[in-house]
């Protein structure tokens, strides 16, 4: 059934922005202010893209074939699920990393979108087209976003470079060779939505009011500086100590002189002044508020730390919700892309870019780790003692043999140990057990003498002593 609607976004529509300040290409500037001068809201945008930076990111084989997953941990450099031998900084072909295009990508909570041109090169060792580069376009670049009919993306244009020759076209990207994170899209514009939008009133008022408490201490912190006029006035007198108290500052060397019967003294604030301080941090817990990161006002005031716990988890699931919506994007228009064109199909299976939970990344104490090896979840085999050694700057282990050599004793039980071993294993003699079986139920090898064994003789009889026969 044909199509018969349409997806067209109006800029003067009854639900679009209503602030020409935040309207795209305009948002930009204060967005990047609001980013780069503020250091609650940097504080919020760390919180935010910190977390799914961490978090660790794989590539899930999903059925697909070896080759295919393994060429597309190659050009990502990611771990493959379930093959703990790959190296994925093995391959240094191409510029492509996940780990810097994500970096990039965390751009669209700043401006509600990020756009990456796709670039790909024929590889003469695979005989195949790899993934080179996937480069960023910078928003500020991008001086058209060009929509279809029904809400597609159909291309993006691009200023020339600064610098470049004088009649240089417009540069256009077409979808084929893009890929594009929107952030929360209200409409079909593919401009999204910034983060930073319901901070960005706080901001405004919390700017005005750190100014206004800039110039309260400026003005009020020595008083105010009042000139009284000598009994002779004259109106040059007066524009005088005008010019005198409008220039008074303080300092090491500061002072006034006056006409005989002049005065000048500084006068103090008389009533109670209101201070913007209570409103700046009111502004400033509103700006953690908008993405639910309300364990940022947490500064030692006050306040339930259990909430905190229980709002943290409303947070990390906004952060998991992000992530998950950055996984789908790159699975359907950067892994599919990558393998449909280095191995010339139109269908699946594909591998996907996956990631840990959220929050589940938790750093283990030296105790935690001996309750799990304790509990048979952990086996503590050499890979593990080696990373414990390095996270704790203990030395090396030595080899067995080296070892041994400095301590002769290594590995053999105590005297008081090795008596209760002994006891068990008479006991299990009496039991019935062959000294043999016992010594091996206690971990203790059976003593083999050197020479001729001793003459055997027959059951029940004592060595040395004639049997006699009927």
């Keep these: 059934m044909a199509e018969l ?31 780069r001068e503020d250091s609650q809201v940097r504080s919020v945008l760390k919180a935010v893209k910190l977390p799914i930076q961490r978090t660790t990111w794989r590539v899930d084989p999903h059925g697909a074939d070896p080759e295919v997953v393994q060429a597309v941990a190659e050009d990502l450099r990611l771990p493959i699920i379930g093959d703990d031998d790959f190296d994925p900084a093995a391959r240094t ?3 492509a990393s996940w780990s810097e295009h994500l970096h990039w990508l965390l751009k669209e909570l700043d401006f509600g979108h990020a756009f990456f041109e796709i670039v790909f090169r024929f590889d003469e060792v695979s005989g195949r087209d790899r993934l080179h580069k996937i480069a960023y376009r910078p ?31 417009k540069i256009v990207l077409p979808v084929s060779n893009l890929i594009a994170y929107i952030n929360d899209p209200e409409d079909t514009s593919w401009t999204g939505s910034s983060v930073l939008r319901a901070a960005y009133k706080h901001w405004v008022y919390k700017d005005s009011f750190l100014r206004l408490e800039a110039d309260i201490l400026d003005r009020n912190g020595m008083g105010i500086p009042v000139l009284y006029a000598s009994s002779d006035v004259s109106d040059e007198e007066v524009e005088r100590n005008q010019r005198i108290a409008s220039n008074i500052r303080a300092g090491k060397t500061a002072g006034v002189s006056l006409r005989f019967g002049a005065k000048a003294e500084l006068m103090g604030i ?37 909430l905190a716990d229980v709002q943290a988890q409303t947070f990390t699931d906004s952060l998991q919700t992000i992530a998950e919506n950055i996984a789908e994007t790159a699975n359907r228009f950067l892994v599919e892309r990558l393998v449909n064109l280095a191995f010339d199909r139109e269908e699946g299976p594909y591998p996907r870019i996956t990631f840990d939970p959220i929050g589940s990344k938790k750093e283990l104490t030296a105790e935690a780790m001996a309750l799990l090896v304790n509990a048979g979840l952990f086996i503590p085999d050499a890979d593990l003692e080696a990373e414990w050694r390095r996270r704790y700057a203990l030395p090396p282990k030595k080899p067995l043999s080296a070892a041994k050599k400095d301590n002769p004793n290594l590995g053999k039980p105590a005297p008081s140990e090795l008596k209760t ?17 016992a010594l091996g139920a206690v971990g203790l090898n059976p003593i083999t003498p050197e020479g001729e064994p001793p003459e055997q003789s027959p059951d029940g009889e004592p060595p040395g002593e004639e049997v006699q026969r009927e």
């Design 5 to 35: 609607g349409h997806a067209v976004f109006d800029a003067t529509a009854r639900t679009a922005e209503t602030n020409w300040e935040l309207k795209w290409p305009y948002s930009l500037r204060p967005y990047s202010r609001m980013a």
């Design 93 to 95: 072909g191409g510029h």
């Design 139 to 169: 928003p500020e670049t991008i001086t058209a976003i060009n929509v279809a009919d029904d809400g597609g993306l159909e291309s993006i244009e691009q200023a020339p470079p600064p610098g470049s020759r004088k009649g240089v076209r």
């Design 270 to 306: 008389s009533g109670q002044t209101i201070s913007p301080r209570t409103a700046i941090e009111y502004h400033d817990s509103q700006i953690a508020r908008s993405v639910l990161a309300h364990f940022l006002n947490l500064d030692g005031g006050g306040g339930s730390y259990a």
């Design 421 to 437: 071993l002994v006891d068990t294993a008479q006991v299990l003699v009496g039991q019935g057990f062959t000294p043999e079986q």
